[in-house]
C-alpha cells in the first residue's frame, strides 16, 4: 500500500517537475518516465489524469501547454485515460483553446496562441483516431469547427491529397516509361543495326591503320630477340612502352581521312550509341511491362551490343587515339541532355527519335561516308570495302527525303520544332525552379493536354506575295532612251504596256482600245477600213506571230498613208465637182428667170437630200461587229479604271452616310 | 438481467414487471449515444422536439432559423465507420425558402396527436401553421396577435381538435383546426403567456404558465382560469395528507374551497348528466354551471387571483403521464411540483442549476424510474422526481439546452439546444452494446513505446 502511494506520489511529482519548465517541449526523459509509470495501473492513469486536469486550471499558458503535451502523449495510449479525459472534454477545451468568452486563455500570449494551436491540432487528430468511438470527440471537433469557426489543420484531407499526388504522379512516371519501352522496342532494330554498322566500321579502320603500321617493320620477331638481350626489368619496361609506343601509328598525310573517319565514328558510337545504350538498359530494368521475355531478350541484347561497344573502345584507345577530351566535352553536354531528356520525358525524347534518321542520312550522305568510302579506295586498292547495305539505305533514304523535302512546309525557325509531331502533355506546372509560388498553392501536377498544346504551337503565316519582275514600260522617250517606270499595267505617260523591242517599238498588235479608236477615228473611210480585218483574217496563215504582226503594222501603216492620199484627193474633186455644179446651176438660173427660183430650189433641196443621203449612209455603216466591239472595249475601259469608280462608290457611300 | 430473465421463466415475476424493471435499468444508465446521430438541418438554436405519440417513431424538430424538421428516430438514413455509427438525417424539411414557411423563428413544433399526417408549429412571426406531412404544405394557418411562445394539443382529446397558442399577448388562444379559426380565448394572465400544456387527464383541462409567474388552470368548456397556483400554499409529502384533510382545507381555506368546489362540481355534473340522460338539455347544463362557475370564479377573490407559483416568468409545464402532477420550471431556476389535486406546492427541493430564464424550456418525464430530465444551461441534469436528487448529469452540448424530449418506446433521451445538435442519450453497458465494442479492436491501451 505504502509502496502505491509511493509510486502515485511519484507520478505526480513526476509531472509537476516535467510542467516546471520554461521550455517548448517536454523532456523526453522525464516524459519517458511519466509514460512508464502511468502504465504500471489503473490508479495511477486516474491520477495523472486528475493530476494533469488540475494542472490545466493553472493560470498559466506555458504549464497548460506542457500539460497538454503530457495529456496527448498518455492520451494516444492508455484507453482509461482516454474515458477520463473525455468526460471533461469540455473543460479540457475551454481551458487549452480558450473558447469560453468567460475564459480567456492566461497570461503569456505569444504561449497561448501556441498553445491554442496546438489544442485544435490535438483534437483533429484525436477526433482522426478515436472519433469513432467518442461522440464527445465527434461532437466537440464539429462544433468548434462549424460553430465557432476554427481553422483547423485538415491533416487527414492533407495526408490523402498527398498520396493522392504521389500516386498519380507514379502512374504518369510509369506511363511515361512504357511509352518509352514501346518507342524502344520500334527503333530496336534500326538503333542495332546502326551500332554494328559504325561497330563494323571502326574495326575496319583500325584494320587498316594497324595494317599500315604493321607493313614497315615486323616488330613481332624483333621482340622476340630483345627479350633474351635485355634482362632488367625496369629497361625491359622502357622497351616495352617504347615498342608499344612504335606500336601506335602516326598520323600522316596519306592515312589522316581514315584517321578522321575514325575519329568521328569513335565519337559518334561513345557519345551517342553508348549513351541510348545505356539509357535503353535503364529504361529496360525500371519498366514494368506484361511480356517480361521480350523485355529480358532485349536486355541481353543491350548489354551484349554494350559490351561490344566497350571492346571496340577499348581497342581504339588501343591502338594509341585519345578521345579523352572530346570525351569530357561530349559528356558533360551529353549529362545535360540526360538530364532534360529524364526531367520532361516524352517531349525530350521524341525529337531525338524524328531527327535520328536525318542526322543519320546527312552523316552518310555528307562528310564521313562519302570520304570513308573515297578513303579507302585511294589508301588501299586490294580491300575494296563497301558497305552495301548502308549504302542502298542512304540513297534509298536520300530520296525519301528529297520527296519529303519537297512537300514539307517551310517553317521558321523556332523552339516550337523541338516538339514537333509530339503527342504527349506537358506539365504547366514544372518549370525545373523549385520556387515558391506566391500566388498560393500550386498544382504540380497540372498537365496542358497534347491537343491543347498543338493549338498553342500553331504558327501563324503571314501570306507573302511573290515579288515578281514588274516590266519596265519601254516606250520610247523624246529625248531618247526608252522610259523606264514600271506599271502593272498602263504607263500614265505611254499608255498600255505592251512588249516592246529594242528601239521601243511595241511588238504586239494594238490593243482593242487602238482598233476601236482607229475604227471611230476613221469612220469616213469605212470602205476601205472594212477590207482591213478581212486581210487580216486572210493573211493569218503565217506562224509566226511577231512577222505576222509586223508586216500587220507595215501593211497599216501604209493603208493609213494610202488612206490620207486617196482622202485629199476625194476632197479636192469633190471640191471642184461641187464648183463646176454651182457655176453650172448659176449660168442656168441666171438664164432662165421663171423657173430659175424653183429650179434653184430644187436644186438646193437636192443637192441637200443627197448630202443628207450621204450623211447617213455614212453613218450607217456601222456594223453590229463595231457595237460588240464598242461595247466590250467600254466595259475594258471601266475595267481598266477601277480607281475612280472606287472613288464613286465611296462618294456614294459618303452622301448615303450624310443623308442618314 | 439474467436473474430476471430466469424467474419470468419461471413465472416468478409477470411480464409487466419483468419489462418495467428491464426499462427501469435501461433508462438509469442514459448515455450519450455513440451509435446513433442526428444530421441537423438547423442552422439556428433549436426550440422544440416532440416524438409523435403514435408510433414513437418520428422527431419533429423547430428551430430558430423558422425551419422544422422531421427525422426518423429508429431507421438510419446511412451508416459511418463500417457501420458503427447510424447517420439520421432528416426525411422531411420545411425553412424559409418555402413558400409558405415561416419569416421568423419556430418556438415550437408539435404533432397532430392522433397521427403523423398532420404537424403544427408556432413562429415569432405571428403565424401559427398546421402542415401536412406528406406534401408538406400549409393546410391551414391562424394569425395571433404577437409572437407564439409555444402550441400544444391534447392528447386525449376525443371531442376537440383544439389548438393551445400562448403568445406574448396575456390572452390564451384556442384554434379549431376543424374550423381554421380561433374558438376561445382564454383571458386572465396579466403578462405574456411562455408554456401551456393540456392535462394529461381530462381533455377539457389547460394548464398555462405566464411571464407574470402565474400558473393558471382552465377548464374549457368554461370562462376564467378555475384555479391560479401558489408557491406559498404547501403540502408537506407528494400527497395531501388524507386524515388532517379537514385541518388543512380548514387553514388554506380559499385554495382549499375551490378544490371543494371542483370535487363538488365534478358530483354534480355525473349526478346531473346521470339523471337527466332523457332531457339531456344542455341548456340547463350550462346554467347549473354558470351559476357554480359565478360563485367560484377566482377572479372575484382577488387575493388569489394574484398568486404566482414562481418568482419569474413559468418558462416550462410538464404534466406527469399519470395526471396527477404537475412540473414547472422558473427563471428562479427552480423546478417545483404541484399536487393537481389539491393545487398544493409540495415542496420538494429539487437540485438544479442555473436555469435558462428568458426562454422556454422544455421539460421531460419518464415513468419508471420516475425522472425528470431538466435543461440546466449547457447539460441536462436527470433528477428523481420524487426525491429531488440528481442521478445522472448528461454533458455533451456546448451551448445551453432548450428542449428534453423522451422516447418512452425506445427509452432515449433526445435534447437539444442553442448549439444546434440533436444528442441522442440511449441506455449504455447494454449486450449490444457490448458487442459493438468487441468488434472495434481500435479502441484499445496502445503503449508501444
Known sequence: MAERDDI?????????????????????????AIKSTVRYSDSEVRLGAQTLMELMKTHDSQVRYLTLLIIDEIFMRSKLFRNLIIENIDQLLSLSVGFRNNMPLPAPPATAIILRTKAIEFLEKWNLSFGVHYKELRLAF????????????????????????????????????????????????????????????????LEIVQWRGDDGIPLAILDEEDYEEIRCSYLRQIRLDSLKQSDKVEETSE??????????KCKLLVTKHLISVQEGMSLLTRVEVSDNRMRDSMLKEFIDIRNNILATKKKYEDAGFTFLKIRENEETHEEEEDFWEEDDGKVGNDPVKIMAPVMRSQHGEGSSLASLSEAIKS??????????????????????????????????????????????????????????????????????????????????????EERTETPPCRAPLKKGGLCQRRDLRLCPFHGVIVPRDELGNPLVQESPLNESENQTSSSPATEIDQDVPMDETTSDSDPSQLARQIAKQALKNI?????????KRAKLVKLKVKEHNFEVLREAAMASTSRSAVVDEEFDRVFASKQNKKSSMRRKKTTAKDRISERLFSNRSKATKPKPLAGDDEKCRDTAANQW | MWKDIQSRETGRIRSNTFANRFKSRRISSLQLSNRKDFVSPHRGSINSLQVDLTEGRYLLSGASDASAAVFDVQQATDYEASGVIAKHKCILSVDKQHENGHKFAISSAIWYPIDTGMFITGSYDHYIKVW????????RDFKMPGKVYRTAMSSLATSHTLIAAVTEDVQVRLCDIVSGAAAHTLSGHRDGVMSVEWSTSSEWVLYTGGCDGAI???????????????????????????????????????????????????????????????????SAKSSVEKSRQKRLHPGMLSTLDRATAHYGVVTGLKATNDGMYLLSAGSDSRIRLWDIESGCNTLLNFETGRMQTNKAIQLATSDDPALVFVPCMKTVKALGMWSGRTTRMLRGHYESVNTCCFNSTDQELYTSGADRQILVWSPGGTVEGEMVQDEVAEDEDNWSD
Open chain 1, 142 to 205: 464539429d462544433y468548434l469547427k462549424n460553430t465557432l469557426k476554427f481553422k483547423f489543420p485538415d491533416l487527414q484531407a492533407n495526408a490523402a491529397r498527398i498520396q493522392r499526388e504521389r500516386e498519380e504522379r507514379e502512374m504518369r512516371t510509369k506511363e511515361i516509361l512504357l511509352k518509352k519501352f514501346d518507342s524502344l522496342r520500334k527503333r530496336f532494330g534500326m538503333l542495332k543495326v546502326e551500332i554494328d554498322d559504325t561497330v563494323k566500321e571502326i574495326e575496319e579502320c
Open chain 2, 132 to 139: 401536412d406531412t406528406n406534401t408538406a404544405q400549409v393546410v
Open chain 2, 216 to 282: 393558471r388552470f382552465w377548464d374549457i368548456r368554461q370562462a376564467g382560469c378555475f384555479r391560479v397556483l401558489d408557491q406559498s400554499v404547501t403540502q408537506l409529502g407528494i400527497r395531501p395528507p388524507i386524515l388532517k384533510h379537514t385541518v388543512v382545507s380548514k387553514k388554506v381555506s380559499a385554495a382549499k374551497s375551490s378544490l371543494g368546489g371542483q370535487n363538488r362540481l365534478k358530483t354534480l355534473q355525473s349526478r346531473h348528466t346521470g339523471s337527466q340522460i332523457i332531457k339531456g338539455s344542455s
Open chain 1, 559 to 567: 493603208r493609213e498613208k494610202d488612206k490620207e492620199v486617196v482622202k
Open chain 1, 379 to 464: 589508301t588501299t586498292e586490294t580491300r575494296s570495302y563497301k558497305p552495301p547495305s548502308k549504302r542502298k539505305a542512304v540513297s534509298s533514304g536520300n530520296s525519301v527525303r528529297d520527296k519529303l523535302i519537297s512537300e514539307a512546309p517551310v517553317m521558321n525557325w523556332g523552339s516550337q520544332l523541338s516538339n514537333w509531331d509530339s503527342t504527349t502533355e506537358v506539365r504547366a506546372n514544372h518549370r525545373g525552379l523549385e520556387v515558391e509560388s506566391h500566388w498560393g498553392r500550386v498544382d504540380q501536377d497540372a498537365v496542358i493536354p497534347a491537343d491543347k498544346i498543338a493549338e498553342l504551337n500553331l504558327q501563324a503565316s503571314v501570306y507573302r
Open chain 1, 8 to 32: 502515485g506520489g511519484k507520478v505526480m511529482a513526476l509531472i509537476e517537475k516535467a510542467t516546471k519548465s520554461t521550455a517548448q517541449e517536454v523532456d523526453p526523459r522525464l516524459l519517458k
Open chain 1, 255 to 264: 592515312n589522316r581521312v581514315v584517321f578522321d573517319v575514325l575519329r568521328e
